[in-house]
């Protein structure tokens, strides 16, 4: 399966949920490989910070060998890159804050993804934990779009930054959060991807 992370707008997670999915997958038993298209190279820093990841972290130019492919994908892609990253994906998953730029970039993003064969599913990203209502209208304001929208809202978690900083996965990190942290993004992961 191929696997993209795609926002027309930066700073919505696309790293983070990329390299998440990425061991999703690998603690499954499956073998993935982590491409790092964004061009500060955020998964490669990432794996740098730690002891590596189990899996490659790979440049968009180099061969695909793993069973399951997974893209972070650079902020602010063309138009052109848009509609090819929705013929090659299987999967395109579109992160979303409740930022109003972040929403309208999703909306702007869905249309040259969709004329592809990918499966197009966006996600509340990063909402407030005090706020719970923010990610819940974010996600009906996405569905009356005409966005197919998880039902899983991540919110945002100290302990991501943490994982980040130590070059691990959340529930990894020295963060106290990091296993409710998993546990949310695994909800999520098991809802995109199970039964594909």
Known sequence: MRVGFVSLKGGVGKTALSV??????????????LVDGDPIESCHRWQASGEGFPFPVTYPGEPWEAEHIVFDTEAHPELEDLNALGETLDVAIIPVTT??????AALMTLPALSEGRAKVVAV???????NLSDGDNVRTALRDAGLATA?????????FEYARLEGCVVY?????????AWL?????????FDGI
Do not use: C, Y
């Open 124 to 130: 509340v990203n990063a909402a407030p934990p005090a």
């Open 151 to 159: 039902e899983t809202i991540l919110r945002k978690r100290k302990a």
């Open 20 to 33: 998440h999915t990425a061991f999703f997958f690998h603690g499954r038993g499956h073998n993935v490989q």
């Open 99 to 104: 930022n109003i730029d972040a929403i309208d």
């Open 184 to 192: 949310e993004f695994e909800s999520f992961a098991k809802e995109v």
């Open 172 to 180: 990894a990190s020295k963060h106290a959060g990091g296993t409710r």
